[in-house]
């Protein structure tokens, strides 16, 4: 079962590789007009893959470029593309001198020039600066503080827009009269283009009075300023941006529901929405497999359940890990020696939380490793230490950087 589900892993990060999404693209856009005089922008995690592609492609139609990823995530030099790596899930200094020459190169543009935007995953937190009086700092620490409280990405990003200088549209205006061809990778929750790495070249349908509300329901600490900055409104019309999403978690889990089908599983795509608390998310799951061991419902045994989206972790603890690794510790102790189950909750981008590890793969032996050792998983849990559990059961998902990111993935094998 582990194997299987290795090998569905594998399949589901080669289906979401940005490289033959963005070369189909940028064909079809060919098809239609011509493109010359092209700035290259990327930003997030697949922005080295994107941006090599699209210059494989193009060619001499783009003058100059820029593209910015998290640390270790680039793959080598691309003519012409300023390249730059910088902090993630946290902007850090790299961040602001690298949105700075972004802004710099894409500065006084024409109406007969074209950016072309390339977005992906983490583009949030390695496009960024802070509107005037906020500095980077408190950018770090709000962030912290939301990612730490539970908020949804989408909460996440509607204060992070209303404090920048370059989200909500702005960075779209910035670059007017030139116009933007945006391509974009979702890491969101039904492709929200105003939420995905903050919409920086969309309109934003989120208002200043949500901003203010998601402050005050997870009670987060703010300066002055950026108590003012969180009451400008962001821009609600842009007219110079054509956007594509040209991959989602739906084409993952699709994707990872036929290769279990050919595997020989019954296969059940279950949602792609999933966004509540991780910890609950994998005591569901055990749930369903128990209901499918005992009964054959949902679905018949052998089966698959698959699931996407993006689930939130209320950090308490002081531990290590990530949304995916809870989910997979919490599902582990709810089938403690349940005999023919596993499942695997990863994250795409290869990442999750500050770690290794893009995930875990765990099954009904898992959490008697940890108690073997001397550990309570339990304990572990509640600490949010969820690294620390997988690592002392070898449980982890370790893949490296993928070069893509469409949210995460989950798959329970039950026979």
Sequence with gaps: MRSDISEIVAGVISSVLPDTAVMEKIAEILRERELNNVILVAI??????????????????ISNGILITKYGHSEGNIENIEIYEAGHPLPDENTLLATKRALEMTSKLSSNQTVLFLI??????LFELPKDGITIAEMQDITNQLLKSGASIVEVNTVRKH???VKGGRFAQHVAPAKVISLVLSD???DRLDS???GPAYPDSSTSQQALEIVKRYNIRLSQKAFEALGEETPKNIDNVESYVIGSVRTACKKAQQLAKAMGYNAL????????????VGRMFGSIAKEIKNYDKPIEKPCAIIAGGETVVHVKGNGKGGRNQELALSFALSVERLDRVALCSFGTDGTDGPTDAAGGIVDGQTVQKIRRAGYSPEELLENNDSYTALKIANDLLITGPTGTNVNDVIILLVV
């Design 163 to 165: 404090l920048s200088a």
């Design 196 to 198: 995905i790495a903050s």
């Design 44 to 61: 997030g995690k697949a922005a080295w893959r994107m941006s090599s592609t699209a210059k494989s492609v193009l060619g001499d139609r």
């Design 120 to 125: 992906s995953g983490g583009g949030s937190a």
């Design 269 to 280: 795509l279950l949602t792609t929405s999933l966004d509540c608390e991780a910890r609950e």
């Design 188 to 190: 969101v929750l039904e």
